[in-house]
């Protein structure tokens, strides 16, 4: 299953976007969210043609956000602190 953004800019209207996930849901797709002119599916690559045929006016694409998991670095102590703890001890 991979993840693909539906958008309409004609389907402002909740009944127009209702439609389509309902169309959606019938084909098998799972609806994620949706917003006004946009719907975020959950499909297997051969459903999405069918669906957007379903849904006329819809254009879709596979969803590109990425998410970046920080690199993960060892603390670095300052000399100037390491120092005064020597001091001290």
């Not at 849901?25 to 006004?36: D, F, N, P, Q």
């Not at 051969?46 to 998410?67: C, D, I, N």
């Amino acid at each position: 299953m991979a993840r693909y953004v539906f958008r309409n800019r004609d389907a402002q209207c909740k009944q127009a976007l209702a439609a389509a996930a309902k169309a959606a849901r019938s084909l098998g797709a799972t609806v994620v969210k949706s917003l006004a002119g946009t719907m975020l599916l959950e499909a297997t690559p051969a459903q999405v043609p069918e669906v957007a045929q379903a849904s006329p006016g819809w254009r879709y694409a596979a969803e590109r956000k990425t998410a970046r998991v920080p690199e993960r670095k060892l603390l670095e102590r300052s000399k100037a602190r390491g120092a005064l703890t020597a001091a001290k001890g």
